[in-house]
């Protein structure tokens, strides 16, 4: 049974950094495809980062591009998403997702993971 667990929300102030982490269970986060949502109230669920199998590629969204980073350690099986000169519009529930296999251009389709965590808040004020 796949788990992913998500941890590292909170409240900053603008500017600030926060790294979130997923940690799996019984899954290999290794072996699949990974990637980061967030969603704010009243909004769809957006993708904010994506990493492929392997780590071969990583995908972000523009509103994050050059200050979120996607990465996972293999040995902890853990996801992680720091999150550097955080903004207000940041601010949403942010989701861990996971699926064994993709298609690396659809990395931030939320349609693509069968694997969700019950998510973490962030909340940025200015």
């Known amino acids: 049974q796949v788990q992913l667990v998500e941890s590292g929300g909170g409240s900053v102030q603008a500017g600030e950094s926060l790294r979130l982490s997923c940690a799996a269970s019984?899954?290999?986060?290794?072996?699949?495809?990974m990637g980061w949502f967030r969603q704010a109230p009243g909004k769809e669920r957006e993708g904010v980062a994506g990493?492929?199998?392997?780590?071969?590629?990583?995908e972000y969204a523009t509103s994050v591009k050059g200050r979120f980073t996607i990465s996972r350690d293999n040995v902890k099986n853990t996801l992680y998403l720091q999150m550097n000169s955080l903004k207000p519009e940041d601010s949403a529930m942010y989701y861990c997702?996971?699926?064994?296999?993709?298609?690396?251009?659809?990395?931030?389709?939320?349609?693509?993971?069968?694997?969700w965590g019950q998510g973490t808040q962030v909340t940025v004020s200015s």
């Open positions: 019984g899954y290999a986060v290794s072996t699949g495809c």
């Open positions: 990493i492929s199998t392997g780590g071969g590629r990583t």
């Open positions: 997702a996971a699926e064994t296999s993709c298609r690396w251009w659809l990395l931030l389709r939320a349609s693509e993971y069968n694997y």
